[in-house]
């Protein structure tokens, strides 16, 4: 099974709000990322989890909070989001960091920031 | 710096014609080399990838990609295009052996490919 899900498909938010994006793969993969994306544009690489510890922030701003319950899961805690925040968020995960590990990637959630 | 190019935003081809998506890439030592597609509302599925070895590298779909050194290229090729293969195209790199890469893959901008019937 190569499959990473992703809850909400879409999710509409204002900018006051709280909400979290929910990432599970079950292939025992031990790096998992989250991924930024506007329209028919690479994607930018946010965050980096490896065995369940934080290993790469890009930079993000910290209305965007990362956790990683358990080496499955992954969240992405949303506040205080700005328009410009709405995008297709990608999940990833991959056997780990080192070597040509190919990343798989979840079907993503489609956020809006009104 | 590593990087990533993929010099054609848009490629079109008759369905039954062969297809070609052309990547370029820059590192400081050995690669390792993706091809990634992506459907509309989708997420990014991994097409094949070039770690060592052989330069002709065969994938899901009936896509293959050619490695060539001295060209720095990782060409995506198909023998025989459907319309179904129509849909966004990435090619990434990672250094092999460059541990402050660990985990960051370098995306080229993408190559729209449209097959028609």
């Known amino acids: 099974d190569t499959e990473v899900t992703q809850t909400p498909k879409h999710l509409v938010m204002g900018m006051t709000n709280k909400k979290s994006l929910k990432c599970e793969q079950h292939?025992?993969?031990?790096?998992m990322y989250w991924y930024k994306q506007k329209a028919k544009k690479p994607p930018e690489l946010m965050f980096v989890y490896s065995y369940e510890k934080l290993s790469i922030n890009e930079s993000v701003p910290s209305r965007f909070s990362p956790e990683c319950p358990n080496s499955s899961l992954l969240n992405l805690h949303l506040h205080a989001l700005q328009p410009e925040d709405s995008a297709l968020y990608l999940c990833?995960?991959?056997?780990?960091?080192?070597?040509?590990?190919?990343?798989?990637f979840g079907p993503g959630t489609r956020l809006t920031v009104t | 710096a590593q990087s990533v190019a993929q010099p054609e935003d848009q490629v079109n081809v008759a369905e039954g014609n062969p297809l070609t998506v052309k990547c370029t890439y820059s590192?400081?030592?050995?690669?390792?080399l993706f091809w990634y597609v992506q459907y509309p509302n989708r997420g990014l599925q991994f097409l094949l990838k070039?770690?060592?070895?052989?330069?002709l590298v065969k994938g899901s779909y009936g896509f293959e990609a050619e490695f060539n050194k001295s060209q720095t290229s990782f060409h995506l090729k198909k023998p025989s295009a459907l319309v179904s293969d129509s849909a966004l195209y990435f090619c990434a790199v990672r250094e092999s052996d460059r541990g402050s890469t660990l985990g960051r893959l370098y995306f080229g901008r993408g190559t729209q490919l449209t097959v028609w019937p």
């Open positions: 070039y770690i060592t070895g052989d330069n």
């Open positions: 590192v400081s030592g050995n690669p390792y």
């Open positions: 292939m025992g993969h031990r790096a």
């Open positions: 990833a995960s991959s056997q780990g960091l080192a070597g040509a590990y190919e990343q798989y």
